[in-house]
C-alpha cells in the first residue's frame, strides 16, 4: 500500500523510498542502516508527515550516527545562519573564497540611477561579480521576481560603468540561497545570464556538494551541541566544524568537560571525512 505523507506546504504526496533512501546515503549512512530505517518508516503508521520522517530518522542517527546525523540535518543547520549568529551572507563569502575568489561583504556601489547594497562581492581574474543572498526557511523557493531584481540592478550597475570608465564593472551577478529556486526563476536566470546557487542547484556544484568538497560544514549542524551553546560560540567567531580542534578552550568556557569536548571535535572531524568520501576525495 502507497505510504502518503504530507509536505511542509502542506500539499500531500505519495512517501518516495528512493528519495529517503539517497538523503540517507548522501549523509554517509550504512547500506543496512539505510534498509533498516526505511522499513520502520514504511511500517510505522504515526509517521504521517515529512517533519515526522525527518525527525525520526534524524534522531535514529544522532544515538548511532552522530556525524551521519549532522549531515542528514545539514539544510535545517543552515537555517540556523540566517539573521541570528553566523550571517548567511559571509558564510556565502567563505564558499566563494574556497572557489578561488576575493570576497567582500555588505558593499555598497554606485548605479546609473541609484546606489545599491551588494551583499557580496567577488573579484576573480580581473571580473567583478555581484551576489544577492536570499535566505528562506527550509521549504520556501526562491521565485522568479528574485533574479528579475537582481537583473535590474546588474543593469543599472553596468549602465554606470558606461558612463563613468572611473567605476568598476559587473561583469556577472549571482543569486544564492540556502532553499530552492522555482522553474520559473531557473529559466530565466538561465535566460538572460544570472547565475543562480541553491541547495540542489545546479546538480553538480550546488551548495549542499560545495559544502562537503570544502568541508564548509556549519557548528549549527553538530549535534553534540545544544541551540543556546551553537548561538554563543558563533557570537565568539567559532561558526565552521573544520574549526572545532582551534576552540577546545572556547568549548571548555561552556562549561563542557575533556571528555565531552572531545566528542564536539570527534563529530566535527567525522562529518569533514564523511563530506571528503561522499565527493569521492
Known sequence: M???????????EAFSKEKFQRSLRKSG????????????VMQDPSLTSTLDIYKYAFNKLRKNKPAVAARYNLKAALSELGPQGFPFEKFVAEIFRKKGFEAEVDQILSG??????????????????????????????????????IKARFDDLEKRHQESKQDKAIHQAWVVTNTKFTSEAIAYGECVGINLLGWAYPEKDNLARLIDEFGLHPVTALTTLNRKQKRMIMGEGFVLCKDAAQHRKLLRSLGLNDQKIERVVQEAEEMCELGAINNGR
Open 2 to 12: 502507497t505510504k502518503i505523507v504530507t509536505k511542509a506546504s502542506g500539499e500531500q
Open 112 to 149: 546609473f540611477c541609484v546606489t545599491h547594497e551588494v551583499d557580496v562581492l567577488l573579484k576573480k581574474d580581473g571580473q567583478h561579480h555581484m551576489v544577492e543572498c536570499k535566505f528562506h526557511i527550509p521549504h520556501l523557493k526562491v521565485n522568479v521576481k528574485v533574479p528579475l531584481y
Open 29 to 40: 549512512a550504512t547500506e543496512d542502516l539505510v534498509e533498516q530505517l526505511t522499513q520502520e
